[in-house]
């Protein structure tokens, strides 16, 4: 029998009133452990009737994932204590730098501190330097702005970084001897057309990480990356469902449990001699070269 290990462990997971943050939270909680989830809503173009259509009716798509981004966290607490879980949550921009030694005060008074961190908050704007490419339809597509530059670095680069630091600090203080970090990425930080800021904070978190990695092992700290392929987090149209099936090794979309698995795996004491890497999780969507 696998012995986890991370039962009663402190485990703090950003983005997760839904997705793949979500489903980590119950993976974890499932295992014993003790969940502190935040997330952030951002404003929102649609109403409140479309985006409880939208949920109604299932359908991935723009308005799906603009409804599951707009969850409060309440329905993954409620999941979670139904098995007998223990989680709480706190919503808080981590855009913010000054919310990112506060949200840790919230956890460890909260729960204790923090043994396991989760970086999985994201923010995705379609861009391109092409504007032959720029289009209203789906999520759309515009050039490149400063603006789409500085919010994607702010929130998917470096809050992840400072999370990091903030999270070693606190370790180092408490004198504690085993850590782990995840932090999530995707598949598309390479070269990727439409969607070239998001892509390149993407990559600049698995520089960061490496570098964590090479310079915490000596305190006993793993850092370690997982990169999803396409998720089912409802933004994906059942015509792209079917078209990434049929092109998936695996002959299906991905779910985020799938994730999630990976992300509880890398927490545990099975994971003690993995630290600096990158984990592709898609299905063979994408294969390490």
């Not at 970086?119 to 704007?125: E, F, I, L």
Request: charged residues 20%; proline residues 3%; negative net charge.
């Amino acid at each position: 029998m696998i012995d986890l290990q991370i039962e009663e462990k402190v485990v703090l997971i950003t983005g997760a009133n839904h997705g793949i943050g979500a489903a980590a939270a119950k993976a974890f909680t499932a295992q014993g452990a003790k969940v502190f989830l935040t997330y952030f809503r951002e404003p929102c173009e649609h109403t409140p009737a479309e985006l409880e259509s939208a949920q109604a009716s299932g359908k991935g798509g723009v308005l799906l994932y603009r409804a599951n981004q707009q969850q409060m966290a309440e329905s993954v607490l409620e999941s979670i204590s139904s098995f007998g879980g223990t989680a709480t949550a706190k919503e808080i921009d981590l855009s913010d730098t000054r919310n990112i030694p506060l949200l840790f005060n919230y956890c460890e008074n909260a729960l204790g501190p923090v043994d396991i961190l989760v970086n999985n908050h994201t923010y995705c704007a379609l861009d391109t330097f092409d504007p032959a490419m720029e289009t209203t339809e789906g999520f759309g597509i515009h050039t490149i702005t400063a603006d789409d530059i500085n919010i994607n670095c702010a929130i998917n680069t470096r809050s992840y970084a400072l999370m990091m630091s903030e999270y070693t600090r606190r370790f180092l203080e408490r004198e504690a001897e085993t850590g782990r970090i995840i932090n999530l990425s995707t598949d598309a930080a390479h070269a990727h057309e439409s969607n070239v800021s998001y892509a390149a904070s993407k990559h600049a978190i698995e520089s960061y990480s490496r570098s964590a990695a090479v310079e915490l092992g000596r305190y006993g700290i793993t850092v370690n990356i997982v990169a999803p392929g396409p998720i089912q987090t409802g933004y994906l149209t059942p015509e792209e469902e079917t078209h990434i099936a049929a092109n998936t090794p695996l002959r299906r979309i991905g779910k985020p449990q799938d994730v999630a698995d990976v992300i509880v795996f890398l927490a545990s004491e099975q994971a003690r001699w993995l630290t600096g890497q990158l984990i592709y999780v898609g299905g063979g969507w994408r294969v390490h070269q």
